[in-house]
């Protein structure tokens, strides 16, 4: 299926947009505005976009500049096997398991935080993106350093209401267990 990348800022026109396209036997996916756009096309794999050329944020030639950079990478791109998102307040966080060359198998970590600068139409709305890779020889000694320094938060920093933020993010009744075809196993729960 054809996975249609539909950025326009007004949503009644995105909305008839997609209704036809999906009726068509299209999968859409609608962004309401050129940063939003940017972002998903960074994260995700889109064989065509319609991109309105008026959208706040970024506009709509600066994204088919950025389309037309992904199309010419993702042919020697990784491919995703595995992907998991977790929204905590005002980030979120993208697990996506990738394949290079060699059907090897890493886990590529993006933290993506929404950013708003400015008040009311003025508003302008970004996101701050950093990621880190992790291979498997690393995965071990990895989880070791996290566990140690999240044991070290909890035992230092003294736990009050008055702690608790906006950000505080309830954990989930059973953490999320993955198996891809038997070679890597991933358990990880943020609390």
Known sequence: MLRILIAEDEEPIANLIRINLTRAG???TWAPDGQT???????EKFDL?????MLPGKDGFALMEDFKKKIGTDMNDKEIV???SIKAGKRIYYLDVKKNRKDEMFLAI????????????DSQVS???HKIFLY???FGKFMAGLEQAINFIN???EYTEDSESEEKVEPESEPETTVLDSEIKIDIDFE
């Open 82 to 84: 595995f992907s998991k």
């Open 49 to 53: 976009a319609l991109l309105d050329i």
């Open 37 to 43: 756009a940017a972002d998903l096309m960074e994260r």
């Open 26 to 28: 299209y999968q859409c």
């Open 136 to 138: 498997k020889e690393d």
């Open 127 to 129: 996101f701050e993106k």
């Open 110 to 121: 993006t933290e993506s935080k929404k950013v708003v600068m400015g008040e009311g139409d």
């Open 155 to 157: 035992q230092n920093q």
